[in-house]
């Protein structure tokens, strides 16, 4: 029997597919610009002309941009909500997985399987924690939960954006790896910050 819930249900999986394939090349194309730029020639060049403090800046709002980007996915639902913890709460559905294309089934069940695994990797709290005290929200912090570190969240939003592309892939919204559309992402990297070193 034709049941135009699970169909919707499905639309709203694709839609965050596509959103969230979106979502991880920003973030990945961010860490590219943040890691290219880490450097003692670029920050020694950026403080001789006066700019170590609009550098600083950037920098930040860049990874704020990466925390934002990556902890979206984790949010509680609720009514409305088209983030990727809804996509994969629909997809404990059998139902609503047998609406991928044959082709696409198997990148769909490795994307349950690293959505599983991201919700369940230690980074995340700690940088969760982090969002809701000390960026989205000021909160005292909670000296249990271990400080988060950049390194962790490069990872993580690393992990975050596997899971996006194999969503993606998945459901078919988007079948260009992602490490393809980072290559610009470098490219521009590299020329932004060679101008701050050149002689």
Known sequence: MHDPGLEARWQVVCDVAARAYGNAIDALGCI???ERGNSEAVTDAANAIGG??????L???LLDRVLFLTMKAY???RRGDKHMRVAFDYLKDEAIRSQAGPFDRDDLVEACRLWENASADDR???LKHYRD???AHIGAPDPDIADARIMDLFGFARLTSTVAEKLAAGTGVA???IDHQIDAFRESADAFWSRFIRE
Do not use: D
Request: proline share 8%.
């Open 133 to 135: 005290k000390h960026a």
């Open 59 to 61: 920098k930040w709002a």
């Open 175 to 177: 079948m260009i790896p």
């Open 75 to 77: 949010s509680s639902t």
């Open 52 to 57: 170590g403090l609009a550098m600083g800046r």
């Open 124 to 126: 995340l709290i700690p």
């Open 32 to 34: 590219e610009i943040l």
